[in-house]
């Protein structure tokens, strides 16, 4: 069976997790910070808070930024759910705006339109996606951003190791928070690191790097600098009602151990998602495609074709098992129950009726890549 995406867990991992269980601390210890350290130095920023998963990453930045019921935030129709849900439970209004049909990401030209609709201050918030791992070009959302009094949350959580050039020349790392006031990312099993279940938020703002810490526990503070008294060691004050986000110590040891092969599986992606390239590049039924792009990350490889169900069902009996990403996030039902409805944004529409996402990992082999193109040709030529 060749999924379209999977996690690759070493007898090195397998180690790092036992010594973890074997010590004297299984929820958040010396683990977090050690995985907190390194992952920081790998995307490069200052701050990075280990938290349960992404969503609950998503979740703490819209709080640390004071989402409410009075806050409208702009986010892409094509992405997980969660990236418009954190939204929702600070109680705000998600708005979208269309993505660009060739890199199906954002549409900054479209945000922009949607803000000039508004007086200034309607939004307070864009949530860019590096969705497939391609990266946002976070410097012009930057600058559409403060024109606008906006913040930012960058989620990246397809594009660890993923970049942009900017605007000096410079490689500027997914999620690295050069110009985002915050950025997440996901350790599910498909994503480029597995921790099981696992999130990170990444920032170069120590203001909200300590609420982000105290939002994980509860809301609760020891340090006796943040502290109104101090009564004692047991003492401790909850100053905000936050949550339990956190991170176990054989997660944080698992993906610590998983980072060290980041850049190997990176490597491995870009080379898969080259020969997929090279495979489809002239073949007239494959009516859009990844492609390669500089600096992308693959998570996914996704190609567009008409008859999507009809090739999604035939590589099933291949035991080739594809996944369509996503499902336009305004026409989920809960989102319809907000007014949204089919019609609203066209290019994600077009988009979502023909996209197919490939088998994707760094261990899928090369005799198995090849099964996928060969199948996929006998589907579209037959
Ligand atoms: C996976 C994912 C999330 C959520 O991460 P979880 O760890 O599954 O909660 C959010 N946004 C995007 C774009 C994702 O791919």
């Given at each position: 069976?060749?999924?379209?995406?999977?996690?690759?867990?070493?007898?090195?991992?397998?180690?790092?997790?036992?010594?973890?269980?074997?010590?004297?601390?299984?929820?958040?210890?010396?683990?977090?910070?050690?995985?907190?350290?390194?992952?920081?130095?790998?995307?490069?920023?200052?701050?990075?808070?280990?938290?349960?998963?992404?969503?609950?990453?998503?979740?703490?930045?819209?709080?640390?930024?004071?989402?409410?019921?009075?806050?409208?935030?702009?986010?892409?129709?094509?992405?997980?759910?969660?990236?418009?849900?954190?939204?929702?439970?600070?109680?705000?209004?998600?708005?979208?705006?269309?993505?660009?049909?060739?890199?199906?990401?954002?549409?900054?030209?479209?945000?922009?339109?949607?803000?000039?609709?508004?007086?200034?201050?309607?939004?307070?918030?864009?949530?860019?996606?590096?969705?497939?791992?391609?990266?946002?070009?976070?410097?012009?959302?930057?600058?559409?951003?403060?024109?606008?009094?906006?913040?930012?949350?960058?989620?990246?959580?397809?594009?660890?190791?993923?970049?942009?050039?900017?605007?000096?020349?410079?490689?500027?790392?997914?999620?690295?928070?050069?110009?985002?006031?915050?950025?997440?990312?996901?350790?599910?099993?498909?994503?480029?690191?597995?921790?099981?279940?696992?999130?990170?938020?990444?920032?170069?703002?120590?203001?909200?790097?300590?609420?982000?810490?105290?939002?994980?526990?509860?809301?609760?503070?020891?340090?006796?600098?943040?502290?109104?008294?101090?009564?004692?060691?047991?003492?401790?004050?909850?100053?905000?009602?936050?949550?339990?986000?956190?991170?176990?110590?054989?997660?944080?040891?698992?993906?610590?151990?998983?980072?060290?092969?980041?850049?190997?599986?990176?490597?491995?992606?870009?080379?898969?998602a080259q020969t997929y390239f090279e495979a489809f590049k002239n073949n007239k039924s494959i009516i859009g495609q990844s492609g390669v792009?500089?600096?992308?990350?693959?998570?996914?490889y996704?190609i567009?074709?008409?008859?999507?169900?009809?090739?999604?069902?035939?590589?099933?009996?291949?035991?080739?098992?594809?996944?369509?990403?996503?499902?336009?996030?305004?026409?989920?039902?809960?989102?319809?129950?907000?007014?949204?409805?089919?019609?609203?944004?066209?290019?994600?529409?077009?988009?979502?009726?023909?996209?197919?996402?490939?088998?994707?990992?760094?261990?899928?082999?090369?005799?198995?890549?090849?099964?996928?193109i060969?199948?996929i040709n006998?589907?579209?030529?037959?």
């Amino acid at each position: 069976m060749i999924p379209y995406g999977r996690q690759h867990i070493s007898e090195e991992d397998i180690s790092a997790v036992v010594d973890a269980l074997k010590s004297d601390f299984l929820t958040q210890g010396p683990k977090i910070s050690e995985f907190e350290k390194h992952f920081a130095d790998y995307i490069g920023c200052k701050y990075a808070v280990a938290v349960s998963n992404g969503t609950a990453a998503l979740h703490l930045c819209a709080m640390a930024l004071g989402v409410n019921k009075n806050s409208r935030v702009i986010t892409s129709p094509i992405t997980f759910a969660a990236s418009a849900n954190c939204v929702r439970y600070c109680d705000g209004e998600v708005h979208f705006a269309d993505i660009d049909p060739k890199t199906y990401l954002l549409d900054i030209n479209k945000v922009r339109a949607l803000l000039e609709k508004h007086p200034k201050g309607y939004f307070q918030g864009i949530i860019p996606v590096d969705f497939t791992g391609n990266a946002v070009n976070m410097e012009a959302f930057r600058k559409l951003a403060d024109e606008f009094g906006c913040w930012i949350i960058e989620d990246a959580c397809h594009a660890p190791g993923g970049y942009f050039t900017d605007s000096k020349g410079n490689k500027q790392l997914c999620g690295n928070s050069n110009f985002a006031e915050l950025a997440i990312f996901s350790f599910h099993p498909v994503k480029h690191i597995a921790c099981g279940e696992g999130g990170m938020v990444t920032t170069n703002d120590e203001e909200l790097y300590n609420k982000l810490i105290k939002l994980r526990t509860h809301g609760i503070t020891k340090d006796p600098n943040l502290m109104h008294k101090n009564e004692g060691g047991w003492y401790y004050e909850m100053q905000d009602l936050g949550y339990n986000y956190r991170m176990t110590d054989f997660q944080a040891a698992l993906g610590t151990s998983q980072l060290k092969r980041a850049n190997d599986g990176l490597q491995r992606r870009r080379e898969i998602a080259q020969t997929y390239f090279e495979a489809f590049k002239n073949n007239k039924s494959i009516i859009g495609q990844s492609g390669v792009v500089n600096g992308h990350a693959y998570h996914l490889y996704i190609i567009e074709v008409e008859k999507r169900k009809d090739l999604y069902d035939y590589l099933k009996t291949k035991d080739i098992f594809c996944q369509v990403h996503y499902i336009p996030v305004h026409t989920l039902p809960y989102y319809q129950s907000l007014g949204w409805k089919e019609g609203d944004f066209k290019n994600a529409e077009i988009y979502y009726k023909a996209c197919l996402s490939l088998p994707m990992y760094p261990t899928l082999t090369k005799e198995q890549q090849l099964f996928v193109i060969e199948s996929i040709n006998i589907f579209l030529n037959g």
